[in-house]
């Protein structure tokens, strides 16, 4: 398993979160997609398909359940990139295996 790739996809989950939780309590959120939050799944998008090329889709095997629960929301989150999210759902389907069974049923 790589424990550097599972603690960076874990951080860059936790700081996705993180600024939503921010805009949401200056209520700035409720206003379309803003920005800042556009910037951060962008950066966390293009970061992952790095992690891609690097390991392939990143399962349990590889990078543990929580770093492979934060590339699935990663990815929920990447909605500026259809192509992508389609792209990451037939990995997905491929590693059906070695996903977390809820992940695997949120994206049929």
């Known amino acids: 398993m790589n424990d550097r790739l599972a603690k960076e996809l874990t951080e860059l989950a936790d700081h996705d979160l993180a600024i939503r939780e921010e805009l949401l ?3 700035k959120l409720s206003e379309g997609y803003h920005p800042v939050m556009e910037k951060v799944h962008r950066e966390n998008a ?6 891609i090329a690097e390991i392939g889709f990143p399962t349990i095997s590889k990078v543990g359940e929580t770093g492979s629960d934060a590339a699935w929301l990663i990815i ?3 909605i500026g990139e259809p192509d992508f999210m389609k792209q990451c759902y037939r990995m997905m389907e491929e590693h059906s295996g070695d996903i977390n069974p809820k992940t695997k049923s949120l994206s049929t």
């Open 25 to 27: 309590a200056a209520g």
């Open 46 to 51: 293009e970061r992952l398909r790095e992690i």
């Open 76 to 78: 929920q989150h990447s």
